[in-house]
């Protein structure tokens, strides 16, 4: 009786061993939470790089007493900043590895007046 048990108790360890070794190159799925955090980053590079120029003209606007032209005037500064850091945020390491080393493909569609 002893000895089957032993056996048992072994055989369930061969079983637990293999199956941890299996297991252990597979990791959660994170692709989907790095994805989403990669969007909110670049929304944030967008709306931080407006921000930065509309507070400063916000301020130049203040100190000059020209309330809103020059913060108007930055708007478009800003808008161009954030999209210098989001095309900057696309090349980085850091999309390449969510993205899989692949831009986004727009998939080809017939056009209507072909026919």
Same mark, same amino acid.
């Given at each position: 009786m002893n000895s089957s048990g032993d056996d048992r108790l072994k055989d369930l360890e061969k079983r637990l061993d293999t199956s941890l070794s299996q297991r252990k190159g597979v990791g959660p799925d994170t692709t989907e939470g790095s994805a989403a955090g990669l !969007? =909110?980053?670049? %929304?944030?590079? @967008? =709306? %931080? /790089? @407006?921000l930065v120029c509309m507070g400063l003209g916000w301020m130049a606007d $203040?100190? #000059?007493g020209t309330a809103p032209w020059v913060m @108007? !005037? &930055? =708007?478009? #500064? /800003?808008?161009?900043a954030g999209v210098v850091n989001v =095309?900057? &945020?696309s090349k980085s390491k850091q999309a390449e590895e969510v993205l899989g080393g $692949?831009? *986004? +493909?727009? *998939?080809? +569609? $017939?056009?209507d007046d072909e026919d």
């Open positions: !969007a =909110m980053r670049a %929304v944030t590079e @967008l =709306m %931080v /790089g @407006l $203040k100190y #000059f @108007l !005037a &930055l =708007m478009p #500064f /800003g808008i161009a =095309m900057r &945020l $692949k831009g *986004p +493909v727009a *998939p080809s +569609v $017939k056009d």
